[in-house]
């Protein structure tokens, strides 16, 4: 049930921007893109969402692309405590769908 | 800190015992979720309650047993389960769709569940 694909692991030198790539090319005209992030033993994290426009916010910034088939979450300086797993999720009705998601790992 | 609260944070249960997990909200929000998480998998989703009503059951097992006694409150009854069912049991809860169909979920920080 899962509409979106993620790469399965990034790196990112501490400082750095973290770009996180999705994509959701089945995503109908009135369904959201989420991003959620979690780390390790605790719950999911809400980033961010949009629909059509870019989106930013005080965690990150949310880049969708004008055909809407897929998105880019920013993280603009990342920090050792942004490593976790960022989820891509694309929301049908009340249900949200987990893809497989991406493992960042910021490095010194 | 999460505005969903879940309790027990670790249990560990043998075969034949009964348990209860139990998710709080007191967001005022209608919609409340419950979802499993094998360790290095995503988050897979259970059941889902609206204006207190299942409104969706993914399959689960019998021995999986949801309660939502009023809007505030979501229980999971487990009873006779296998070890493959230890797993992270995350709770979540949003305003109800579709008056509020962007609305994002908040999740609690989970229940780690062995069964031995």
């Known amino acids: 049930d899962a509409k979106t694909t993620q790469p399965p692991s990034m790196d990112c030198a501490e400082g750095r921007a973290a770009n996180l790539p999705c994509n959701h090319s089945?995503?109908?005209?009135?369904?959201?893109v989420y991003w959620y992030r979690q780390i390790h033993s605790q719950g999911p994290q809400y980033i961010i969402h949009g629909l059509k426009n870019n989106e930013t916010n005080e965690m990150a910034s949310l880049i969708i692309t004008e055909d809407r088939k897929s998105s880019t979450l920013i993280l603009p300086h990342a920090t050792l405590r942004d490593t976790a797993v960022y989820y891509c999720?694309?929301?049908?009705?009340?249900?949200?769908?987990f893809g497989t998601g991406t493992s960042l790992t910021v490095i010194p | 800190d999460t505005e969903v609260t879940q309790t027990p944070k670790h249990l560990v249960m043998g075969m034949t015992n009964k348990k209860s997990l139990k998710c709080e909200q007191h967001?005022?929000?209608?919609?409340m979720y419950w979802y499993k998480q094998k360790a290095k998998k995503p988050p897979e989703l259970m059941f889902v309650?609206?204006?207190?009503?299942?409104?969706i059951n993914e399959s689960v097992p019998s021995r999986f047993s949801p309660e939502c006694p009023n809007s505030s409150l979501l229980n999971l009854h487990l009873h006779a389960l296998q070890p493959e069912d230890s797993a992270l049991y995350l709770c979540?809860?949003?305003?109800?769709?579709?008056?509020?169909?962007?609305?994002?979920?908040?999740f609690g920080d989970g229940t780690r569940l062995s069964i031995l």
């Open positions: 999720i694309v929301k049908t009705g009340n249900q949200f769908y």
């Open positions: 309650y609206s204006y207190e009503k299942l409104s």
């Open positions: 979540a809860s949003s305003p109800i769709w579709p008056t509020f169909s962007n609305q994002p979920q908040h």
């Open positions: 089945t995503i109908s005209g009135n369904e959201y």
């Open positions: 967001m005022g929000h209608r919609a």
